[in-house]
């Protein structure tokens, strides 16, 4: 079974709207973390955003927010104000820390949804 | 300050040759990761190093694949008798005791004809 589904292969947004990019995952540790990266055409995985599965609030950083339902096992990625940089593919990750516990350990990866933001 | 480098960028051999690709971390970062990414999917896992140890080795495909980082600094990811099915982005990434972000380098592009 996937441990990280993302279900739109792609989206499009008009530029200065919001868009929400959808991510699902699947887990039995009850300590993990969830992660957002961004990977432009250029090629590098840019971090965007970070929630702890025990946080209580929702992530946010700058543009990006992380609308985390726990119960839900959903950590969807809303992007406000979008800008034609935003361009690229979006990958959702997480962590599961019952191995190595703190902050360490792989991550696993959606197959990204493709945003492309018009003008 | 420097970000995750790897070398080569790009790196096209034939079927059977022996490769390695480097990644040298931010310094100070005590974790280090491989990855490999395939034409429209998303990373996946190869192995971990924490310190000169590598504490997962389970993403490792097979016995063709090791990787080495002998002084807790530079690591080497190593494939012997590549196959055409070995083509892919290989992504490194480090990451600083603490912290949850992993910073990701540029990635090697290896391309087996």
């Known amino acids: 079974a996937q441990k990280i589904t993302q279900t739109q292969p792609g989206m499009f947004v008009q530029e200065k709207e919001a868009v929400t990019l959808d991510c699902t995952y699947d887990?039995?540790?009850?300590?993990?973390?969830l992660f957002w990266y961004k990977q432009p055409s250029s090629g590098e995985m840019i971090f965007l955003i970070y929630q702890g599965s025990y946080d209580q609030q929702n992530a946010t950083e700058g543009r990006y927010s992380l609308n985390f339902q726990k119960a839900r096992k959903s950590a969807n990625l809303v992007i406000s104000a979008s800008q034609l940089g935003d361009s690229a593919m979006y990958f959702c990750a997480m962590r599961e820390l019952m191995n190595y516990g703190g902050s360490q350990g792989n991550l696993i990866f959606g197959k990204g949804t493709k945003l492309s933001v018009k003008p | 300050g420097a970000g995750v480098s790897q070398t080569p960028s790009n790196k096209v051999t034939e079927k059977g040759k022996y490769v390695e690709l480097r990644c040298d971390p931010i310094?100070?970062?005590?974790?280090l990761y491989w990855y490999r990414q395939s034409l429209g999917q998303g990373p996946e896992f190869l192995i971990y190093f924490q310190g000169t140890g590598a504490a997962d080795d389970s993403g490792l495909p097979n016995d063709r694949f090791f990787a080495v980082r002998p002084e807790g600094s530079v690591s080497t990811l190593k494939i012997q008798r590549t196959e055409r099915g070995d083509s892919a982005v290989y992504l490194c990434a480090s990451s600083r005791t603490g912290y949850n972000e992993q910073f990701f380098g540029p990635g090697t592009r290896l391309t087996v004809l």
């Open positions: 310094s100070g970062h005590t974790a």
């Open positions: 887990t039995s540790d009850p300590s993990y973390g």
